[in-house]
């Protein structure tokens, strides 16, 4: 199986495809818009590489600024497949952000190659899928990267929002996509208060409800709907992660601020300011959920990337150690 899969400064090259990073090949396969998975890919487009993502990903892409022409867009449902050189490529869904998937290589030799990309709730909300090389990125990939509270961190925000909302609006800061996964949870719970989004966030959520994603209630921050909700002091606002250092918008209001991140191990809430909170909320896997992939998946050979990793080397280590998987980091 040597000689199957390279990685080259993060991109996963199978065959005629480069997956989440660059190459001049015929394919340029994207799991989800984060940026350190889109890395170049203005480059990828100008090569003429054909670039495949979900429906949505590729419409996420357009809204933060990637122009993708006609001959070179290939949306592709979890269902269809692609052929390659010497097998076929498809998707697997998983649990990371809407629109993101893991990829499955079948070769017609019988050997599988399986990249997760980023997600979380193995077993749970993201397939394990059998594998004979598997592709991780071990984002939490030291032991002690373990948050003990994942089972109970939706509740928690969930609460959290409803107790503050009691008491003024609230402003959520997260990355891109994350946003869209907090929304649907907040829905699917039960809070109904409106969703106030600049202009990309609100764009993004059209394609995501155009894709069969229910969010409703929400509006552009510039619209007069939105100004008369927001003197009325009932809302929520999404932004992006980087904004809430020093964001102006809506200060008036005197919200209370939520900044989602999973680099907090120690403790679900921690308050930052007066009316400011971190919430251990990720989109991530932690050391055990990755482990548990690896076990499960149970494949012959472990390539950790390390471009997307931290702590790779232990990562490897303790998988050939734990779980007697020869594993390699590239």
């Known amino acids: 199986m040597e000689g199957f899969v390279e990685v080259r400064s993060g991109g996963i090259v199978v065959d005629e495809a480069v ?165 649907l949870m907040l829905r699917e719970n039960d809070v109904v208060a409106p969703f106030i989004l600049p202009p990309t966030h609100y764009m993004m959520t059209r394609y995501a409800e155009s894709s069969g994603l229910r969010i409703n209630d929400y509006l552009p921050l510039t619209s007069s709907e939105a100004g008369e909700i927001i003197r009325d002091k009932y809302y929520i606002y999404f932004n992006h992660y980087s904004n809430h250092f020093n964001e102006q918008y809506l200060n008036s209001n005197n919200p209370y601020r939520i900044v989602l991140s999973g680099w907090e191990f120690n403790k679900p809430i921690r308050k930052l300011s007066n009316r400011k909170w971190l919430i251990a909320f990720s989109d991530h896997s932690d050391f055990n959920g990755l482990l548990e992939y690896v076990k499960y998946s149970n494949p012959s050979k472990l390539i950790v990337n390390r471009r997307r990793s931290n702590g790779a080397y232990e990562f490897a280590k303790y998988v050939e150690e734990k779980l007697n998987v020869k594993a390699e980091v590239r």
């Open 19 to 183: 997956i989440d990073g660059y190459h001049n090949l015929k394919f340029r396969v994207a799991t989800h818009i984060h940026s350190d998975h889109t890395v170049n890919m203005d480059r990828s487009i100008s090569y003429g590489s054909r670039i495949v993502g979900t429906n949505l990903t590729l419409k996420w892409l357009k809204c933060l600024g990637v122009q993708i022409p006609g001959s070179q867009y290939i949306p592709l449902g979890i269902d269809d497949s692609i052929r390659l050189s010497n097998g076929r490529l498809r998707f697997e869904s998983c649990l990371h952000i809407p629109g993101s998937v893991q990829v499955v290589y079948d070769r017609d030799d019988g050997v599988r190659v399986v990249y997760t990309g980023d997600f979380k709730k193995p077993s749970v909300k993201t397939p394990v899928i059998d594998s004979d090389i598997l592709i991780i990125d071990a984002v939490y990939g030291r032991p002690d990267y373990v948050r003990p509270f994942d089972d109970d961190v939706e509740h928690i925000l969930n609460s959290f929002i409803e107790k503050l909302l009691r008491n003024g609006p609230v402003h959520v800061y997260a990355y891109y996509g994350k946003i869209h996964e907090v929304m």
